[in-house]
């Protein structure tokens, strides 16, 4: 059975950081391209980061470009979003993803299995 734990939400001010973390168990993790998306109150599920099986390749929304890391420790199963330069728009409820394939898509319907989410609070 697939298992997704997210960890790591919270406060933050404005332009302050977090780092998400997410634990995967009842597939083989490092087979997987494995992303992250959010969901603000009243808005759509958005993709916001993704990274290929083997950490080669990642990928970013525009709104989060150069300001979040995605990464992964495959011997630990777990996948990281790192959160620098936070703003008041990036509250949301985070959720990690296990990807279809290997290679990591930036739809969210290349998304089978979701975690429960880590809400993120950004405010002064």
């Known amino acids: 059975q697939v298992h997704l734990v997210e960890s790591g939400g919270g406060s933050a001010q404005p332009g302050g950081s977090l780092r998400l973390s997410c634990v995967a168990s009842?597939?083989?993790?490092?087979?997987?391209?494995m992303s992250w998306a959010r969901q603000a109150p009243g808005k759509e599920l958005e993709w916001v980061a993704g990274?290929?099986?083997?950490?080669?390749?990642?990928y970013y929304a525009d709104s989060v470009k150069g300001r979040f890391t995605v990464s992964r420790d495959n011997a630990k199963r777990t996948v990281y979003l790192q959160m620098n330069s936070l703003k008041h728009e990036d509250t949301a409820l985070y959720y990690c993803?296990?990807?279809?394939?290997?290679?990591?898509?930036?739809?969210?319907?290349?998304?089978?299995?979701w975690g429960q989410g880590t809400q993120v609070t950004v405010s002064s």
């Open positions: 990274i290929h099986d083997d950490g080669s390749e990642t």
């Open positions: 009842g597939f083989a993790f490092s087979e997987y391209g």
């Open positions: 993803a296990k990807g279809l394939l290997a290679d990591v898509k930036t739809a969210n319907e290349e998304h089978e299995y």
